[in-house]
């Protein structure tokens, strides 16, 4: 059997301006960098459902004047989609079979040093390794990122990837076997990924809007949930299904 992973990014990398100064948090940077991950056996199921809502709003008249349908009929981007078309996309992912696993970093000045030394990529790829690191050895995959820029970010994912498979074999004393292929590719050419773009909005409007009912709405579909650096609520900072994620139990950002 084949696991595919459906991987993007929301928030930003980035810690200070042009001169140095700390941004983080202020209008334009997020204080968070979160990377989703959708997982499936079987993606082709969703690539039709995807495509059969796309028609179906397509030809729907009481969408036609509205300035971002002919963005959402390319793919759907839960930023950029109006709140009906949000609604009907949402409506149809909880009847999907996938499942979401999402890695959460708040971003500490004195761990972007210390543990990443003030490089945006080693703050990135730590993310990847920890998304990664229990994964490889079950069984054969594919792994498709959401492209951003151009194609030369192929090989640093690539890279990260290498490194949280050489962790699991160094923690566990185990050789992994099983093989897997990465992809970097567009929402549109992979609509699977237009689904984790949704689940990455419906956290990051959690942890950033304090609007929980998008990510309510899709709780049965996230398996794992980690606050990485929310230190203070460690080791309740794991979220899963035995100890569910509410914004109530996490720190202020």
Request: glycine fraction near 2%; hydrophobic fraction near 35%.
């Amino acid at each position: 059997m084949l696991t595919h992973y459906f991987v993007d990014e929301s928030g930003d990398p980035v810690f200070y301006d042009k001169v140095g100064r700390v941004i983080v948090g202020r209008p334009g940077c997020s204080p968070i960098l979160l990377i989703g991950l959708m997982r499936t056996d079987d993606p082709k199921p969703i690539r039709v459902a995807l495509e059969k809502l796309r028609s179906e709003i397509a030809a729907d008249k009481y969408f036609q004047e509205i300035p971002s349908l002919q963005k959402s009929l390319l793919y759907f981007h839960a930023k950029d989609d109006c709140p009906e078309i949000r609604e009907k996309v949402f409506k149809q992912l909880i009847n999907l079979n996938f499942k979401a696993e999402f890695i959460v970093a708040r971003k500490k000045e004195d761990i972007f040093i210390k543990r990443h030394h003030r490089k945006i990529q080693e703050f990135y790829d730590d993310m990847i390794i920890k998304l990664f690191e229990n994964k490889l050895h079950k069984q054969d995959s594919k792994i498709y990122f959401a492209q951003r820029g151009d194609r030369k970010r192929q090989e640093p994912i690539e890279n990260a990837v290498i490194k949280a498979r050489l962790k699991f074999e160094k923690k566990w004393d185990k050789k992994i076997n099983t093989d897997y292929d990465i992809k970097v590719q567009t929402p549109i050419g992979e609509p699977c990924l237009q689904v984790i773009d949704y689940m990455n909005w419906a956290v990051q409007r959690a942890f950033i809007k304090k609007e929980t009912r998008f990510l309510n709405f899709m709780m049965e579909k996230i398996s794992y949930l980690v606050d990485i650096y929310d230190f203070n609520k460690y080791p309740k900072n794991f979220y899963n299904q035995k100890n569910k994620f509410d914004l109530n139990k996490i720190s202020p950002l």
